[in-house]
């Protein structure tokens, strides 16, 4: 029965040890699922803007087409002057347009990285931990293994 016991100690240090070592994998697994959504997200993020600009571009043109034919319509020469100012200031605003949308695709993608380094990072200091308590139930198992044949050594001695 003694020596029974004291297997049974070396034994649940092993379980322990066995199924630390799995949460820590397991959690490892779902932070880096997490990093890759998060990676996901940021192509996405930049597509949705390149599409956003896209967009911007054609409906600057149309407006600046329209602007056109409304000052031509009126016998405004339309490549001088204040109309061409106005045509020229559309482009601006147009281009600027564009650029916020790039910009904000940018710094939300940027977010989103941000986010999967830190799920990588927090995936591998959860599998370190996860590592450190396994080998700390696997030592104290077969810590409480030794001392417990140790004690009933010392008292079959006596």
Known sequence: MDLLMGFLNLGSGFNQYQAQKAQGEYQKQMFD???KLAELNSQ?????????ASTLRRENKKL??????????Q???IDSG??????NETADLGYMDQITAKNNAWREAWGYKVEANN???????????????AYTSLAT??????????KNRIKKAE
């Open 33 to 35: 699922l997490n990093a």
């Open 44 to 52: 996405d993020a930049i597509r949705r803007g390149d599409q956003t």
């Open 64 to 73: 600046m087409g329209s602007q056109r034919a409304a000052l031509a319509a």
């Open 75 to 77: 016998g405004i020469d």
């Open 82 to 87: 204040s109309a061409l100012d106005i045509q």
């Open 119 to 133: 799920s990588l990072a927090q995936g591998n200091l959860a599998k370190s931990a996860a590592n450190f308590s």
């Open 141 to 150: 198992g077969g810590l409480k293994a030794l001392d417990y044949f140790q």
